[in-house]
């Protein structure tokens, strides 16, 4: 039959083509991911070809006048900060994040301050009709600005609407998975849409120098859904994260060509819309419970920038043969690592206890450099001695117990010092600005100088 011989099976998460359906992708190995799709590529008219049959759409302001010279500043500093310096023209950028998280909001907010600026602010909305966003907007104070608005999916349209007039400054798609293109049959947010409708998109900025950022779904797993093709295709990959029951959002940059990676803003979704935090570690600190054991405060870096937050351990004797260990923003093997170091190279076996360790706030660290926070927060727990509250903690923890130097020893000591910190247990090794101040530093060499510093354990 014709059909099935246009029929194609696309792997939902890598992208992979197969010709039959299989119940495992053959390329990523994921279960499930095979769904059916017609093949063919984008066919004229569907794209920027000059016979392009789209259809021309009003676009709606949020009311007031528009703009003046291009410029992409974005206006909101920490974005600037994980974009290394706002928005390149010509460039595509995908923005992932769980939904509800403020996705939308702070694209609003941006695009604001564009148009605000006098830039050409475009804004795509896929998932909720024009009356939504100006609700959003007249809750963020922003109905004033001369942002162009369009409820609409079809990429042919929103391709010939950008061509209509004078070249936008930003162009912002929310989201990249409600497109379509009527050239291919498969529905939207099938891979092989996602893929036509970011390739049609990525060209028209390209072309005319629009910074483009599209918004992208999570799976449950936290990647951005469709194929990691499209995380190719774009220059920058941003994704914002946050825990539902916290006010604090944090923007990481995944991948840049233009920019740093690993660099966070901070946000707080506020009654008005995102704020920005200057300070984070004022945040994650900000409801210490004072005098608790298993509380240590860790110095961290996240980029460039110094970063406080608390690690919390419970050591708990367990009732199970196979004791519990759970960890919330860190990594489970670490913690694995870290009680085997504690046991062999120091005598203090967690076996019997369940271990739970938790990153307060929300945050997620992957440093290496938290080994020694952590550590100290397991042995505080373990011998129910409270720390003091005002010691930082950093050193990564080899196998053999060895305290190893970090990166950025002075930058985390001084943020330490500036919170109002009076000690700081570091590294013996690595090298630290001798008038950093008043901070006491106490140098260690081997985690089992920690261990003997607290009292006989239990
Ligand atoms: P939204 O930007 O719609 O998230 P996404 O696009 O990522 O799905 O954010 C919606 C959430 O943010 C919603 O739960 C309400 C909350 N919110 C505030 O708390 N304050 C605000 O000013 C706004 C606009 C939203
Ligand atoms: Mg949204």
Same mark, same amino acid.
């Given at each position: ?47 920027? !070809? ?10 709606? =302001? ?11 500043? &974005? ?29 939308? /909001? ?54 010939? /609407? ?73 220059? &920058? ?33 506020? &009654? ?8 984070? =570690? ?21 980029? &460039? ?20 260990? $759970? ?46 926070? $952590? ?5 505080? !727990? ?40 009076? =000690? ?35």
């Amino acid at each position: 039959m014709a059909k099935a011989a246009k029929s194609q099976f696309v792997c939902q998460s890598c992208g992979a083509v197969a010709s039959r359906w299989a119940g495992k992708c053959a390329g990523c190995g994921e279960w499930n991911t095979l769904v059916e799709e017609q093949s063919g590529a984008l066919a004229p008219g569907s794209g920027l !070809s000059s016979t392009s049959k789209g259809r021309v759409i009003q676009l709606e =302001s949020l009311k007031g006048e528009t703009r003046d010279t291009p410029r992409i500043h &974005t206006g909101v500093e920490e974005l600037d900060r994980v974009t290394g310096g706002g928005f390149v023209p010509g460039s595509a950028l995908l923005i992932g994040g769980e939904p509800g998280i403020g996705k939308s /909001t702070l694209l609003l907010q941006v695009a604001a301050a564009i148009a605000n600026k006098g830039g050409r602010a475009v804004y795509f909305s896929g998932e909720e009709a024009v009356a939504q966003v100006r609700l959003r907007a007249e809750r963020l104070d922003l109905a004033e600005c001369p942002v162009e608005l369009a409820a609409e999916t079809n990429l042919a349209n929103i391709l010939a /609407t950008l061509s209509d007039g004078k070249p936008a400054d930003l162009i912002i798609i929310d989201s990249i998975q409600t497109l379509w293109a009527d050239a291919l049959e498969a529905a939207p947010g099938t891979v092989s849409q996602v893929r036509a409708a970011t390739q049609s998109l990525i060209r028209y900025a390209k072309h005319t120098g629009s910074a483009l950022i599209l918004v992208g779904h999570v799976t449950k797993e936290g990647s951005i859904a469709g194929p990691k093709v499209i995380e190719h295709m774009v220059d &920058t990959v941003l994704y914002f994260e946050g825990e539902r029951g916290h006010a604090f959002r944090i923007l990481r940059t995944v991948k840049n060509r233009f920019g740093p990676t690993n660099e966070i803003g901070v946000f707080e979704m506020a &009654t008005k819309g995102l704020r920005e935090v200057k300070n984070p =570690s004022e945040l994650f600190l900000g409801d210490r419970d004072v005098d608790a054991p298993g509380a240590a405060v860790f110095a961290g870096m996240e980029g &460039t920038r110094p970063l406080l937050v608390e690690i919390q351990a419970l050591v708990a004797p367990s009732p199970l043969g196979n004791p519990r260990r $759970a960890v919330i923003g860190w990594d489970t093997n670490r913690l694995s690592m870290l009680l085997a170091v504690l046991d062999a190279r120091c005598g203090v076996s967690l076996a019997q206890c369940d271990v739970y360790l938790n990153v307060a706030g929300g945050m997620k660290i992957n440093e290496p450099s938290a080994d020694l926070a $952590a550590a100290a927060a397991l042995l505080s !727990s373990f011998s129910g001695v409270p720390l003091p509250t005002d010691r930082v903690f950093f050193g990564e923890i080899s196998l053999s117990g060895a305290i190893r130097a970090s990166s950025h020893m002075p930058t985390r000591l001084k943020e330490a010092e500036k919170l109002g910190f009076a =000690s700081a247990v570091i590294p013996a090794q690595g090298e630290v600005d001798k008038k950093a101040g008043k901070l006491k530093l106490d140098r260690l060499g081997h985690l089992k100088l920690l261990a003997e510093a607290f009292s006989p354990c239990k």
